[in-house]
């Protein structure tokens, strides 16, 4: 069965470290969403792409995190300098594109910033 | 915040009895939706309602639509210990744009 792969599982990194979260969606996924969940709160959406574009990065701290999607494919999130409060679980989601489709989770990263 | 609210934060039955979970969301939807997530895992998709729609079941799942109050309620009959997850409502929006709420957290007794 086909699944969003997340790399790494977990991350331990120092403040004011460079970081970065690798995804891999679904084959022939459109939309993809990168999530920031603190524990016992619900995703919360830092950038949403179609295809290459970005279509939604209104929550992403920008003078921190950067996000890509180069090919359409795969993407990256990247936080520096890492603070403490970007310590959370990181989730990658994908899903067909247009309305009315499910989307499909990795396993996430958990960033832990000491 | 963008976020919507479950209600309750938290709930805790016994094997057997329904489990009710209610979500408020803020802006006009094309769809709602509700995924589970077991402890420290993703997320997965439990079941979606459309917003010219009313009600839809799956399996032990019913789930209600009011879009003139932007409510839904997910009902999980005849519950059982693996039940026991956080659940998460979803708003989805014109532009695909998910968001979700702060979820109710389930605990189903043996």
């Known amino acids: 069965e086909a699944e969003v792969a997340q790399s790494p599982r977990y991350k331990i990194t120092e403040k004011s470290q460079a970081v970065a979260f690798w995804c891999d969606p679904i084959s022939g996924h459109a939309t993809l969403y990168w999530y920031r969940q603190i524990l016992g709160q619900g995703p919360e959406l830092l950038v949403q792409?179609?295809?290459?574009?970005?279509?939604?990065d209104s929550q992403l701290p920008k003078d921190r995190f950067s996000a890509e999607r180069l090919k359409g494919v795969d993407s990256t999130l990247k936080i520096q300098p890492a603070e403490l409060g970007d310590s959370a679980m990181y989730l990658c989601?994908?899903?067909?594109?247009?309305?009315?489709?499910?989307?499909?989770f990795g396993q996430g990263t958990r960033l832990t910033v000491v | 915040s963008q976020q919507g609210e479950e209600d309750p934060q938290a709930l805790s039955i016994q094997e057997g009895e329904n489990a009710t979970m209610n979500c408020s969301y803020k802006?006009?939807?094309?769809?709602l939706q509700w995924y589970r997530q077991n402890s420290g895992r993703g997320l997965v998709h439990l079941i979606l309602?459309?917003?010219?729609?009313r009600e839809k079941h799956s399996g032990r799942l019913r789930v209600t639509l009011d879009t003139s109050k932007k409510s839904s309620s997910l009902l999980i009959t005849a519950s059982r210990a693996a039940d026991t997850a956080s659940y998460f409502c979803?708003?989805?929006?014109?532009?695909?744009?998910?968001?979700f709420g702060k979820g109710t957290k389930l605990t189903v007794n043996p």
């Open positions: 309602i459309r917003s010219n729609e």
């Open positions: 979803a708003s989805q929006g014109g532009s695909e744009k998910l968001v």
């Open positions: 792409f179609q295809d290459e574009s970005v279509v939604d």
């Open positions: 802006t006009s939807i094309n769809n």
């Open positions: 989601a994908s899903s067909l594109r247009g309305l009315r489709t499910e989307a499909f």
